[in-house]
Structures are given as structure tokens and as C-alpha cells.
């Protein structure tokens, strides 16, 4: 949507809607005085829009299961779909998770292209990285992906070491099987070094307040992805409840990670209808 037509066809009431500039991206959502999990958002310089809060569907997500998977394939399909009926359009999956045909089976009852699909790839060969993105588009019955990431990033040397793979990937960008790439971390020097290049569009990271299953303390982070985020780099944030380690005291991490103003969106995995709606009106509440 263009921002003229944003603003002429946005007014809610007699109040005016603002389409709020920040460095390297917009932020399209109505002058409510209030963040919302259904805000339209655009994801750093890839031309992505999607909601602020992804449906995650990897909460302990290893082994090709997680926690989301144990719902059932047509119980984690519903869960999805009841996301997008509330307003959700961001749908992260992993190969290991698990979760590929749960997302594909949810991709039958929604508009594909109204969705944004992130999947992650352990891959570090280049052929092994092409042969999991037509597996990937075939497990998620989809000609594209629009958000692939390097999953769990260790080395801090990656961009050199792995600079094949990278390849592989652009080169799936070039011909449109892939829309935008990046990588997850789980070293605060990998991170570092993703913040700095020029390869990486999106970066998913591990932030909250009591730092916990995160690469570096909080402070670090932070400094880490305000870099990243001036380099004009997407950033999505993760573990915002801590892996469960904040399941109490959830309006003191979501307050955290709306109030950060760096992060573009961020992705939690409800477990229930109940989580899922809760979840929606608590970061409204925030």
C-alpha cells in the first residue's frame, strides 16, 4: 500500500491515522495511543508486510517436534487459522520443528499470499541448502518462501565459512523461490557479525528481560541489534517469554519487547485458542 493511499483510506472515526516512519522501515498501524499483535508492519528493506506477532511453532522446537506439534496436525492447523481469523499473517515454522505439514495444511484454508511464511534451515553445504529449499517448498505446498534463515548460528566466522550456502540461497532469491533471507544466532558473535553484513536481510534474535536462553545479556543484545537494526536489517525478536521462563510474568516481557522500539516483530508460540487470544489482548494492554 502506497502511503498516500494508507492515509486517505485509514481514518478510524475522527481520528487521523499515521503512518509512523522509523530508520529502515515503516510502521503501519492506527494512532491508538497502543501497539497491537495485528499491526501491519513492514519488515526492514525486504517489502515484507506482515503482522507484528508471528504464530511460533516451535516452543522447544528439536527433533522435528515441539510443543505446538503435539496439538495434531489438524489441532496446530486449526490453532494457525485461528490466528489469521484474529488478525495474525506471520506463520514461523523450522524444519526441525516439525512443522511443515501443520503450516500446509493450515495454507488450504487461508489466502497464501496474505501470509507470511518463515522457515529455518541447519543446512551449511550449499547443495544440502538448495535441496532444503524445494524440500521445504514441497512439505509447505508453496512455489515460495517468503522468509528463509540460517537456523542457530554458532560460528563467528559464519559469513566466511559458510559463504557457499549464502550463495545458494541468493541465487533461490534470484529466481524467486525465496523473498528475503537471514539467520538466526545463538553466539553473541555470530550475531555480531550478522548485524554487520551486508548478506543479511533478517535477523531473528533472542531477547527479553531476564536474559534468559539468550546469546549474550540483555544490554548486549540490545546494542547488538540497534546496530543492526541502523545497518537496515529486518529484526524479529524471539524467546520473548524466556522459553516459559516469564510465563508469569508476561506484561513485564511483552512491555519489554514493544518498548525496545527495534524490533519489527516478534514470534511466540501459544500452546491453546486461550494462550493465543490471551496473548493478542495483553500486548494491546501493554
Known amino acids: 500500500m502506497k502511503r498516500r493511499d494508507f492515509l486517505r483510506t485509514a481514518a478510524l472515526g475522527a481520528g487521523a ?7 529502515f522501515g515503516t510502521l503501519l498501524w492506527a494512532d491508538t495511543g497502543r501497539f497491537r499483535a ?8 525486504t517489502g515484507i508486510q506482515t503482522s507484528r506477532l508471528a504464530c511460533g511453532t516451535g516452543t522447544v522446537g528439536v527433533n522435528h517436534s515441539s510443543h505446538q506439534t503435539a496439538l495434531g496436525l489438524e489441532g496446530l492447523a486449526d490453532l494457525l487459522v485461528r490466528g489469521y481469523d484474529n488478525g495474525l499473517r506471520f506463520f514461523d515454522t523450522a524444519d526441525s520443528y516439525g512443522s511443515h505439514p501443520h503450516v500446509a495444511l493450515a495454507l488450504k484454508r487461508v489466502p497464501r499470499e ?21 524440500r521445504f517448498r514441497k512439505e509447505l505446498n508453496t512455489d515460495y518462501i517468503d522468509l ?12 566466511e565459512r559458510f559463504r557457499p550456502t549464502m550463495d545458494a540461497i541468493s541465487e533461490a532469491q534470484a529466481k524467486g523461490l525465496i523473498r528475503a533471507h537471514g ?37 548486549t543484545v540490545v546494542a547488538t541489534l540497534t546496530e543492526a537494526r541502523n545497518n537496515g536489517k529486518g529484526i524479529i525478536g524471539m524467546k520473548i517469554l524466556g522459553q516459559g521462563d516469564m510465563r508469569t510474568r508476561q506484561d513485564e516481557a511483552l512491555k519489554y519487547a514493544v518498548g525496545l522500539g527495534i524490533l519489527d516483530a516478534f514470534t511466540i508460540g501459544a500452546e491453546s485458542a486461550a494462550e493465543q487470544s490471551d496473548l493478542i489482548r495483553r500486548i494491546a494492554a501493554v
Not at 491515522?17 to 530508520?23: D, G, I, K, T
Not at 495485528?38 to 528493506?45: E, F, M, P, V
Not at 496474505?114 to 524445494?134: F, G, H, L, Y
Not at 555480531?192 to 534468559?212: F, T
Open 17 to 23: 491515522a499515521w503512518a509512523v516512519s522509523r530508520p
Open 183 to 219: 539467520c538466526s544466532c545463538h553466539d553473541i558473535n555470530a550475531l555480531r557479525e550478522a548485524a554487520r553484513s551486508p548478506w543479511v536481510q533478517v535477523i531473528l534474535s533472542r531477547v527479553n528481560p531476564i536474559g534468559s536462553h539468550m546469546d549474550a545479556d540483555p544490554q
Open 114 to 134: 496474505k501470509v507470511t511464511i518463515m522457515t529455518k534451515s541447519w543446512a551449511r553445504e550449499p547443495q544440502q541448502m538448495s535441496a532444503d529449499i524445494d
Open 148 to 159: 528463509l534463515m540460517m537456523h542457530c548460528l554458532t560460528e563467528p566466522n559464519w559469513t
Open 38 to 45: 495485528t499491526d501491519t508492519i513492514a519488515l526492514g528493506k
